[in-house]
Structure formats: C-alpha cells, structure tokens
C-alpha cells in the first residue's frame, strides 16, 4: 500500500510539473504571431529622437459631408504623431478660412476625438471667412 502512495505522488508531482511547463506554451501557439504593426493603431513607423521640437507649419484641414438642407456639419480628421510620452507645450494654432470662391465655416468646432475636449467652439459667434 505504501508503495502505491508513493508512485501516485510520484504520478501527481511529475503531471504538476508537466503543467507548469507545458500550459504557458499552449498560449503562445494560440495567438497571432503573425501581428501586422502597419495595420495597429497602437504601432507607429517614427524614429523618435531624445529632443528637439516639431514646427509643423501650415496644415490643410479638409472637413467634406456637409449639408446645409438637413443640417449635417463637415467633419474631418487630423492625425499628428508623437513619440511615446512627449510634453506638448508652447501649442498655437491659427485658424485662417479664405472667403474667396465662397467658401467660408459656419459655427466651427475642433475637438480631440478621445476625450472630446473642445479646443475651438466658435457656436453661436457666426461664420468664418464670410462678411455679412
């Protein structure tokens, strides 16, 4: 009796053993390691330096799908890329509509889309680049 004991422990120690060992590998066969990073929101293809400052000079923010008949607004993305951790200080922006060719901004808005901070809202203050 005392032998069959002995070779269950035996049993039971080597099967926990083999667990150990063999259950954090069963996970890596199972995920995708065929992870394409140009494809990842989370990936970025920039070289970052350890300094220095980003003058990104005039940008062309183009806001297509308005409808003046049902009231849509345009909307428009910009996407700016920064190095893990950067301090953005010392930000201006200068918002410029030309009116020529009758194109001018009703009521514009610009907000960050994540925490949907406003950091122009120009409602109820009239149009950009038209005169009445």
């Given amino acids: 009796m005392i032998r069959r004991d002995s070779l269950n422990q035996k049993r039971l120690a080597f ?15 199972t995920s995708d390691i065929n992870f394409d990073e ?6 970025s293809n920039g070289i970052w330096g350890a300094g220095g400052s980003n003058d990104t000079g005039w940008i062309d923010f183009v806001a297509n799908g308005a409808n003046p008949e049902n009231g849509t607004y345009a909307y428009g993305d910009l996407n700016l890329n920064f190095a893990p951790g950067a301090i953005i200080d010392n930000l201006t922006f200068e918002v410029e509509v030309d009116g020529a060719n009758g194109y001018w901004v009703t009521e514009p808005q610009i907000t960050l889309l994540d925490t949907q901070t406003p950091i122009l809202d120009w409602r109820d203050l009239g149009d950009l680049g038209r005169q009445n």
Avoid: K
């Fill in 15 to 29: 099967t926990l053993v083999a667990l150990m060992i063999f259950v954090p590998w069963s996970a890596m066969s």
């Fill in 38 to 43: 140009d494809e990842s929101p989370y990936y």
